[in-house]
């Protein structure tokens, strides 16, 4: 598979890329104990896990409640702003500026991991 060095390729690439390889795109590293425990760097962010948003000096932590793979998004409980109508919206976060605290274990993410061990 050959890859493109041009900018403006590699963007198209990203931005069109199949729900396969946004769930990789999308992962998030494993906390300092949870990668020691497990023994792997990085997992793809599921619905279900506790994650600590990084951003800006700021450090939330909450639990994962969606992933938009078509946006490149996940939406977090804790990360939420209230509009002037008194609606409630989720601000989508970016999976570079989180870091898994807790993984929700699956038996998916069980064979998943011991394969990457």
Avoid at 27 to 37: F, I, T, V
Avoid at 48 to 62: F, I, M, P
Avoid at 86 to 98: R, T, Y
Wanted: glycine share 6%; proline share 3%.
């Amino acid at each position: 598979q050959v890859k493109s060095q041009q900018r403006s390729k590699c963007r198209k690439m990203h931005y069109q890329s199949a729900s396969h390889q946004r769930r990789v795109i999308m992962s998030a590293p494993l906390s300092a104990d949870l990668r020691k425990d497990h023994g792997i760097r990085r997992l793809p962010v599921i619905k279900g896990d506790t994650v600590e948003l990084r951003r800006k000096g700021q450090k939330t932590a909450g639990e994962v409640k969606g992933c938009y793979r078509k946006k490149f998004s996940i939406y977090m409980e804790t990360h939420e702003i209230a509009k002037p109508d008194g609606k409630i919206v989720q601000i989508p976060v970016n999976a570079s500026n989180l870091v898994i605290t807790k993984i929700k274990m699956t038996k998916d993410r069980k064979r998943l991991i011991a394969r990457k061990q």
